[in-house]
């Protein structure tokens, strides 16, 4: 068993990150957890050499541009993304959330031979959240399925994914063309959420690394990486709403994993003794992506185990509910107490997770978006690396 099992519940000073570095646990894991500023000043970055050709990349919130030697390719076309003249050759999706998709369709629509790639799963949650014929069958015709640590040569572009943690199905995407490699990182976690693995760390050398600086942002912000603190965080207001709710309790959810995480949460609880009175259940499309998390995941992880059962009747005592801030479930309950999880649920990678991955990549150097960048960057100075940010 790993000896950093042993720090899960607590942040690591220097010298046990240190004790356990030379023990040989691995640094992008141990990172994570060290709060210790001057700890980071010590460290040195793992560099490469640059690109050879010029990379011009725009982003727009979520959403990023990328033109090189006469191709253009777009990445996670979200609600920001201008309507661009020239179709683009390549579409990547890192994962399904909207403000990553939702100008998917119209641009597949517009773009008869543009190909988008995404993984498999992700097609499955966009199957999903487009349900209608019409939709479904533009993104059979569009989307080519792409699996984890296979490449596949596109458009002159060796492509290959790596998992991103974060939300199930999330990619980051390395791009190799003509002797330079660029890294994409949309979204993504280094620890567990939702019963999700973090992201896997990316080998190899890199002209560019792009990373998306989403969440939270500054050094003391939530979450970190302890799964049973971030957990307690929200179990701590779900016995303070059973107080004034306690036969029943319905939580409303906003995002694709912001669920999946809380039942990770709830879970956890009845497995250590607490809540065990309750039935978990869902409704809407919380339960069909948590279908899609008990097919991918009951194997590899005790919270999903079981399939969840599914919210049908309001009436009955003694559950808790997760239902869809948006779903039909929502409006046929206005009578009942609902209470919103989004500011007690953290689904992004926190200020160390994306500091421990930023210098565990080889890279040159660094392009971050989607976030608020100033701490990070600052500090990715001092020690060393290249940072900048895209516009």
Known sequence: ???????????????????????????????ARVWDENWWLGQSPRNANPLKHEWKISAFDATLYIQVQGYRILVDPGPSMPNFITAPDLILITHAHLDHTAKLIEILEKSPRTIALASSVTFDILCLLNDDIRYRKILEDHVLKLEYFIPKIICNFEVESFPAGHVLGACMFSLYHCGDRVLISGDFTVREVGGLPG?????????????????????????????????????????????????????????????????????????????????????????????????????????????????????????????????????????QKVFEVSEFVFTHASWLERLSLALSISCHSIGMYHGEHTSMKELLSKIGRKVFVLD
Not at 21 to 26: F, M, P, V
């Open 1 to 31: 068993m790993s000896e950093l099992l042993k720090y899960l519940n607590q942040p690591l000073s220097s010298a046990q990150a240190d004790e356990l570095l030379a023990q040989g646990e691995d640094w992008y894991q141990v990172a």
């Open 199 to 335: 992201c896997s760390l990316p080998r190899g050398n890199f002209g560019l690394f792009v990373m998306s600086s989403a969440g939270y942002a500054e050094k003391d912000s939530f979450p970190n990486i302890s799964n049973n603190q971030n957990h307690d965080f929200l179990l701590q207001k779900v016995f303070r709403w059973l107080e004034s709710s306690p036969d029943r309790l319905i939580l409303s959810c906003k995002s694709l994993g912001e669920a999946q995480e809380a039942y990770a949460a709830l879970v956890n609880a009845q497995r250590k003794g607490a809540l065990t009175r309750y039935r978990i259940r869902m409704d809407g499309l919380v339960y069909k992506i948590s279908e899609l998390y008990y097919k991918y995941l009951n194997h590899h992880n005790p919270v999903w185990k079981f399939l969840p059962y599914q919210l049908v009747d309001i009436d009955d005592g003694d559950y808790i509910g997760l239902i869809s801030q948006h779903g039909n479930t929502k409006r046929g309950i206005q009578d």
